[in-house]
């Protein structure tokens, strides 16, 4: 059932029956040519597999080691893990230039976190309805589309800011911008696509412009003056029953409407 020959060229072990154990009571290793090993299994330990005598793979505790670069590119498989599997790599150099992960197409790099932890995608970053995009430690900051709103939301009571610095800041909108509580309970400002500017206090409408100017609605208190250009009306009543206005000649006090003056 086990041959051991040799042929003229090469030597054989050659078992016909069952399984060939190969039996170590420490660890077992194949060379090459001699001096270059192939296989190294370590008794209670890693098994090692090289490449021209450098080390390339190693099994530990938690899975396993690669040693350089995990080409599937030849496979029509993907990579798999078992549920709380996880990839790691590591590298010395720690800056933005030291690739740990990259994912490549073609040779042309598609993602990338580098060894300063920051993330690089050259088509996006693409996620599903509801899916977050989460930042801080306590997923402080997130970012999602639930299915029919888009979402920007800050979840801890800290300030959120929108920074420019030297450039403009714009919020556009096709129908309308709106600013206001949590939950739109109390709205502070209100503007219309082709429409009027609005300004709330407590959720009361008090300011507001119009095609031919502004609408108030309550009392102004002035700390300056009111300037208006010549000819430039002060109506007061509903009706605008009473002016108050200066032709650039002449000023004038004119009750145009009922009762008297």
């Known amino acids: 059932d086990l041959l051991l020959y040799h042929d003229g060229s090469n030597s054989y072990i050659d078992n016909n029956t069952g399984t060939l154990n190969l039996l170590a009571a420490g660890d077992v290793s194949m060379w090459a040519n001699n001096n270059e090993q192939t296989i190294k299994g370590i008794a209670n330990g890693a098994v ?41 790599s590591r590298v010395a150099d720690t800056s933005a230039t030291a690739f740990v992960v990259s994912i490549e197409d073609s040779g042309a790099s598609k993602a990338i976190i580098n060894g300063a932890g920051n993330g690089y995608f050259a088509g996006g970053l693409d996620v599903p ?21 888009n979402i920007i939301k800050a979840v801890n009571s800290h300030a959120t800011y929108i920074d420019g610095q030297a450039a403009w800041i714009y919020l556009q909108s096709n129908a309308g911008i709106q600013l206001g509580d949590v939950g739109s309970n109390e709205v502070f400002i209100r503007a219309y696509d082709n429409g009027a500017a609005q300004l709330f206090y407590d959720g009361v409408q008090r300011f507001e412009t119009t095609s031919s100017g502004i609408s108030i ?3 102004i208190e002035a700390s ?21 206005y200066h ?3 002449h000023s004038y006090i004119k009750d145009s409407g009922t009762g008297g003056l």
Not at 48 to 75: H, M, P, R
Not at 224 to 242: A, C, F, M, R, V
């Open 224 to 244: 300056g003056n009111l300037d208006l250009p010549d000819w430039g009306q002060l109506k007061l009543g509903t009706s605008d029953d009473l002016l108050i």
């Open 217 to 219: 609605a309550g009392t």
């Open 247 to 249: 032709s650039g000649s």
């Open 48 to 88: 090692e597999l090289y490449y021209d005598s450098n080390k390339k793979f190693e099994t530990n505790a938690q899975g396993i080691i690669v040693g350089g670069d995990v080409d599937n590119s030849t496979s029509t498989q993907g990579v798999a893990l078992q549920t709380g599997g996880k990839i790691r």
């Open 129 to 149: 309805d509801s899916a977050k995009i989460q930042a801080g430690d306590g997923d402080d900051l997130q970012i999602w589309h639930d299915g029919t709103n």
